[in-house]
């Protein structure tokens, strides 16, 4: 205990130390395709959201996408100076990581360090958001890890785009490192391999095993015939990948080593042609120096000896700032999930009666309100979602919810039911527990097919977490329904659970 509560005091004391001293306020960019919040110089925050615009476009044109095509909800993305910012965001961080994606029913952001010159860790985070929002499909776990490699490396700027450039530290990684076997990398995730060198390694054969491919026309082929044999066929990766090839796989490896030794050819597209819209750029208010990182923090795990230090740290820094929106809705998410549930209730009626338009507060409160079901609590539940929905349509988060108190009905799903759940997803496709919930409705309604399709994103997700299996036996459901397999002998609802992909 003793060591818990000297660990939340400096945590407490670098929170407010970071706050304090920090001259910048935090700002918020908003362009047609994100919002990117910094506490840093605004000329920094200008380039990187022309980055990131530019970036996103340079992926509509080599994927097919319109320009014009509006997205349904903006990325969030959050800059950060060092590694200890990154920590109160994701307390228990390890050291040497630059950034990560959360995807979760809270909420799905990218953060990662302002690093002019080096931002390889957010573009790697944001091609994994950008192929789940616009080609979700049942890539196995070293494509989706290898093509988010092959681009993160993109050479952005206003002249052109550089892309298929090597990436010095896998280079590296392949040239003086031990290489896993071939099987390995098509079978299994990072997180099953047995050593943090095994693990880097599979990112750096990921990434080769894709510039392998995307180098040459006829191998394009061969991967789109791959994944095919994946999405359709439920094969076997290491002979759908023999068959695709017409290669044994110890071949394969053979020709992939030697392709390493050689000229890693990258290509070039203009971008001369293109000016990035500019963001519209505000200040936020002084609470967010001291409660914007902690109130990301509560969208991840937090351990329940942890729970007490934590809710009293965010007391602590929220204090100088009652009666601001940032801090109360902070404080609420803290006291929602981290054990004081009726202290949220009370903090949330008492904000609504002042602001009774504020969509997250009347979320939050239906929250509370399903967690304690009290006579009248679900019918009022239901009524504040959909109040909530009706101010803010954009938050996949409150589709959710209703979508959740549906899920014990009688009659569920109703079509109803299903157009809910599937606007949550369209809204927020990337988030794993959305996807599984969909699939569940969308099968219990009779459609096996397209139940598989939704769930076979998740099946080979290299951070699933605890909704890969989860998916895996929906996905032998949906088959079982069409009379392709055995059915399973449980049919519970999926789990809850979120992905969170690559701290790098």
């Given at each position: 205990m003793l060591k818990l509560l000297r660990a939340a005091l400096i945590a407490v004391a670098v929170w407010a130390g970071l706050a304090g001293a920090a001259e910048a306020r935090w700002l918020r960019a908003e362009s047609p395709r994100f919002i990117v919040y910094s506490n840093g110089d605004e000329r920094v925050l200008r380039e990187y959201v022309a980055k990131l615009e530019t970036f996103d476009t340079f992926l509509r044109n080599m994927h097919g996408i319109p320009e014009d095509r509006p997205v349904e909800r903006k990325l969030p993305i959050y800059l950060v100076a060092d590694e200890d910012e990154l920590r109160l965001a994701a307390p228990g961080l390890p050291r040497g990581v630059g950034g990560f994606y959360r995807s979760g029913v809270q909420d799905a952001f990218a953060i990662g360090r302002r690093t002019r010159g080096d931002d390889a860790i957010l573009l790697h985070e944001y091609v994994h958001h950008f192929m789940l929002h616009h080609f979700p499909d049942a890539y196995p776990g070293w494509l989706v890890e290898g093509y988010a490699e092959y681009y993160m490396s993109a050479d952005v700027n206003p002249r052109a785009v550089r892309f298929g450039t090597p990436h010095q530290g896998r280079v590296d990684g392949l040239r003086f490192g031990n290489w896993i076997s071939f099987r390995d990398l098509l079978t299994k995730r990072p997180g099953e391999l047995a050593s943090a060198e095994d693990r880097s390694m599979f990112y750096s054969q990921a990434w080769l095993l894709t510039h392998y491919f995307l180098s040459d026309s006829r191998r394009k082929a061969q991967l789109a015939e791959y994944v095919r044999s994946l999405?359709?066929?439920?094969?076997?990766?290491?002979?759908?990948?023999?068959?695709?090839?017409?290669?044994?796989?110890?071949?394969?490896?053979?020709?992939?080593?030697?392709?390493?030794?050689?000229?890693?050819?990258?290509?070039?597209?203009?971008?001369?042609?293109?000016?990035?819209?500019?963001?519209?750029?505000?200040?936020?208010?002084?609470?967010?120096?001291?409660?914007?990182?902690?109130?990301?923090?509560?969208?991840?795990?937090?351990?329940?000896?942890?729970?007490?230090?934590?809710?009293?740290?965010?007391?602590?820094?929220?204090?100088?700032?009652?009666?601001?929106?940032?801090?109360?809705?902070?404080?609420?998410?803290?006291?929602?999930?981290?054990?004081?549930?009726?202290?949220?209730?009370?903090?949330?009626?008492?904000?609504?009666?002042?602001?009774?338009?504020?969509?997250?507060?009347?979320?939050?409160?239906?929250?509370?309100?399903?967690?304690?079901?009290?006579?009248?609590?679900?019918?009022?539940?239901?009524?504040?979602?959909?109040?909530?929905?009706?101010?803010?349509?954009?938050?996949?988060?409150?589709?959710?919810?209703?979508?959740?108190?549906?899920?014990?009905?009688?009659?569920?799903?109703?079509?109803?039911?299903?157009?809910?759940?599937?606007?949550?997803?369209?809204?927020?496709?990337?988030?794993?527990?959305?996807?599984?919930?969909?699939?569940?409705?969308?099968?219990?309604?009779?459609?096996?097919?397209?139940?598989?399709?939704?769930?076979?994103?998740?099946?080979?997700?290299?951070?699933?977490?605890?909704?890969?299996?989860?998916?895996?036996?929906?996905?032998?459901?949906?088959?079982?329904?069409?009379?392709?397999?055995?059915?399973?002998?449980?049919?519970?609802?999926?789990?809850?659970?979120?992905?969170?992909?690559?701290?790098?």
């Open positions: 999405r359709n066929e439920g094969a076997d990766p290491v002979q759908a990948m023999e068959e695709a090839t017409g290669q044994p796989i110890d071949e394969l490896s053979r020709l992939v080593r030697q392709y390493s030794l050689g000229d890693l050819r990258y290509q070039q597209v203009s971008s001369a042609g293109y000016r990035p819209p500019e963001p519209q750029v505000t200040e936020l208010p002084a609470s967010a120096d001291a409660l914007l990182l902690a109130r990301l923090s509560l969208s991840g795990p937090v351990d329940d000896d942890q729970k007490a230090a934590r809710l009293a740290e965010i007391r602590s820094l929220a204090a100088p700032h009652a009666g601001d929106r940032v801090a109360e809705l902070t404080l609420a998410r803290a006291e929602l999930v981290l054990g004081a549930e009726d202290a949220a209730g009370e903090r949330l009626e008492a904000w609504i009666a002042a602001h009774p338009e504020d969509p997250e507060a009347l979320e939050m409160l239906a929250e509370r309100l399903i967690q304690r079901q009290e006579p009248g609590d679900i019918r009022r539940a239901s009524q504040l979602l959909g109040q909530a929905h009706q101010l803010d349509g954009s938050r996949y988060q409150t589709l959710y919810h209703l979508g959740r108190l549906r899920e014990r009905a009688s009659d569920y799903p109703t079509e109803n039911d299903l157009n809910i759940w599937l606007l949550a997803l369209q809204l927020a496709p990337q988030v794993g527990e959305v996807r599984l919930r969909t699939a569940e409705a969308v099968l219990r309604s009779g459609r096996a097919d397209l139940a598989e399709r939704m769930v076979g994103v998740l099946v080979n997700n290299p951070h699933g977490g605890g909704l890969v299996q989860a998916a895996r036996d929906l996905q032998r459901r949906a088959r079982a329904a069409q009379g392709r397999t055995e059915p399973d002998a449980a049919e519970d609802a999926p789990p809850e659970g979120e992905a969170e992909a690559d701290a790098a």
